[in-house]
C-alpha cells in the first residue's frame, strides 16, 4: 500500500519561511518523480516544484522559482521543499505526488499517480 505523508505545513507571517516534507512508503522511492503541487480555494491545482527520478533535474513554477527549493533523499524515502521569502498568495493547501513522469510531464498532476492528503500552508500579511 503506498503513502504519501506529507508535513511541515503550518501559519507564517510574509517573508518567512517553511519546510515541507513528504514521507513515502509502500513504493520503490528512486522510480519515482516526486513532486509538489498546491490547491487554494476555488482554484485549481497548481504546480509547485519536481524532481525527477531519472537525474534528480528540478522544475518550478513560475510564481516560486528562486523562493523554493526542491530536494530529495533516496535513501530515506523523502522530498522536500524549502520555501522562503513566503507571500500571502502562497496560501494552500500542498501536496506531494508520486509518478513516473518526466520532463515536461512534471509540471500536470495528470502525471502522478499517487498522492498525500496535504498539508496547509497559510501566510499572514
Known amino acids: 500500500q503506498v503513502q504519501l505523508v506529507e508535513s511541515g505545513g503550518g501559519l507564517v507571517q510574509a517573508g518567512g519561511s517553511l519546510r515541507l516534507s513528504c514521507a513515502a512508503s509502500g513504493l520503490t522511492f528512486t522510480d519515482y518523480t516526486m513532486g509538489w503541487f498546491r490547491q487554494a480555494p476555488g482554484k485549481e491545482r497548481e504546480f509547485v516544484a519536481g524532481?525527477?527520478?531519472?537525474?534528480?533535474?528540478?522544475y518550478y513554477g513560475g510564481s516560486v522559482k528562486g523562493r523554493f527549493t526542491i530536494s530529495r533523499d533516496n535513501a530515506k524515502n523523502t522530498v522536500s521543499l524549502a520555501m522562503n521569502s513566503l507571500k500571502p498568495e502562497d496560501t494552500a493547501v500542498y501536496y506531494c505526488g508520486a509518478g513516473g513522469v518526466t520532463g515536461l510531464g512534471v509540471r500536470s498532476p495528470s502525471g502522478y499517480v499517487y498522492w498525500g492528503q496535504g498539508t496547509q500552508v497559510t501566510v499572514s500579511a
Open positions: 524532481i525527477s527520478w531519472t537525474d534528480s533535474s528540478t
